[in-house]
């Protein structure tokens, strides 16, 4: 038998127990205690019905660069780190957003450049984006951006690349991310974890 079966064989007893108080014994206080033990319990039970379910980070993704021929394969990786391990989605929405913490980014991959957006993306200090949404002088949102290319997001050249191959796509233009550049990312990437001097 399960804890949690365990728990609500336990809490239907209480429930016995409360309305035989509530039957058998005549006496006031013990009656509204029974009263009270029957609501405890009852809620106990609605609590133990709801399926448990662990809270645990999302599965880490692996993606064969080989198998990506198109902009659009690339693209589509992108859109699937931006809203899991790049946690951009937390903060950054893709169309207006009330009360939002930091800019949005429906149609930036049109408006900015992708040298600007790499910038953006390893190096947020750089440049503050004010927000212009609300009367009188422009403010600084209230969130700050982290550095996504390290810990603890810690997204790879090639990554954060689709990252921005995502943004260009749902901006209706065109991505500038080539394969190659990708296969080029991964490979720095291994070169540098293989390198004794990289520590």
């Known amino acids: ?5 365990f728990l ?4 239907l007893g209480v429930v ?6 509530l ?5 006031l206080f013990v009656r509204v205690v ?3 033990v029957i609501v405890l319990a009852m809620f106990t039970l609605i609590g133990l019905g ?8 999302p599965a880490v993704e692996q993606f064969d660069l080989a198998k990506i021929k198109t902009p659009t394969a690339i693209a589509a990786i992108g859109q699937k780190i931006f809203f899991s391990k790049g946690q951009c989605s937390l903060c950054h929405s893709i169309g207006p957003r009330a009360g939002a913490r930091c800019p949005d980014l429906k149609g930036i991959g049109a408006k900015l ?20 949404r609300h009367e009188g002088l422009p403010k600084q949102y209230p969130a700050r951006m982290p550095y996504i290319h390290r810990n603890p997001i810690a997204l790879t050249k090639g990554e954060i690349l689709t990252v921005i191959a995502f943004l ?30 990289a520590s």
């Open 1 to 5: 038998m399960s804890e949690v079966a």
């Open 8 to 11: 609500q064989l336990l809490s």
């Open 16 to 21: 016995g127990v409360g309305i035989v108080i």
């Open 23 to 27: 039957l058998f014994i005549r006496a």
């Open 34 to 36: 029974g009263f009270v």
């Open 50 to 57: 709801v399926p448990q379910m662990p809270s645990l980070p």
């Open 113 to 132: 450049t992708r040298e600007f957006l790499f910038e953006s993306l390893t190096d947020p200090q750089a440049y503050i984006s004010l927000d212009y």
């Open 168 to 197: 260009q796509q749902m901006s209706g233009e065109p991505v500038s991310i080539k394969v190659q550049e990708l296969m080029d990312a991964s490979e720095a990437v291994e070169v540098a974890s293989v390198s004794p001097s």
